[in-house]
């Protein structure tokens, strides 16, 4: 069974706090995407990597994704109340299925 | 553009009463279409996927079962409602593996 283990499970941190969440896995994965959801919604995607050792940056958040392909995290800058999600990563282990992460829960204080 | 449609957004049931929820999507072909269940605030746990008419993938055993008639319509279903499967149910689809997964607004859904 493949597992994707996030931590932390929760974060809550004052505006303008860095932070980063960790994506782990013993497999492999040809991809890894990362997404955030809103309460009583759906995920909505924030990037995919694909290569070992990518970096992605979309604002003030960058995406990296492992050299061995099984690991990735997430660092945000600077972090808004905007920022407050479930943020979720998922592992492509072949063509058709993902495999989601365990979740992590972020609240940003004003 | 393309569309997926989930409903009802939510439902309570009892205890053993049959469950039928229904996903579609619009504006593209073939798409593979996937059904999740999420825990309170947790990560989301696969359920069923199919890449055509009438091909399901199983990831879970458990009593439920999914089908799809149809090329973007995919239907999750129940017999018998247990309390466990109490859960938030999200519909996807992608066009291809690595492509990002649209998700509806999901199904909560409470067995009582």
């Known amino acids: 069974t493949q597992l994707l283990e996030q931590s932390p499970q929760f974060l809550s941190i004052q505006e303008g706090e860095n932070l980063t969440v960790y994506c782990n896995s013993s497999s492999v994965f040809s991809s890894l995407q990362w997404y955030r959801q809103e309460p009583g919604e759906g995920p909505v995607l924030l990037v995919t990597v694909v290569t070992g050792g990518e970096v992605k940056k979309l604002k003030r958040l960058t995406f990296q994704f492992g050299d061995a392909r099984k690991d990735s995290s997430l660092h945000i800058t600077a972090a808004q109340p905007g920022d407050t999600g479930l943020y979720l990563c998922?592992?492509?282990?072949?063509?058709?299925?993902?495999?989601f992460g365990t979740g992590t829960r972020l609240k940003v204080l004003a | 553009s393309q569309t997926i449609h989930q409903w009802p957004a939510t439902l309570v049931q009892p205890v053993g009463s049959p469950l039928s929820l229904e996903c579609t999507v619009e504006g593209t072909s073939n798409p593979n279409l996937y059904w999740y269940r999420q825990a309170a605030g947790r990560g989301l746990q696969l359920l069923f996927y199919s890449v055509g008419i009438g091909q399901i993938s199983s990831e879970v055993p458990q009593n439920l079962s999914a089908s799809r008639p149809q090329d973007r319509q995919f239907i999750l279903s129940s017999k018998k409602l247990l309390l466990s499967d109490s859960g938030f149910y999200l519909c996807a689809w992608s066009v291809l593996g690595n492509s990002p997964l649209h998700f509806g607004n999901g199904t909560r859904l409470t067995v009582t």
């Open positions: 998922a592992g492509v282990p072949g063509t058709y299925k993902y495999i």
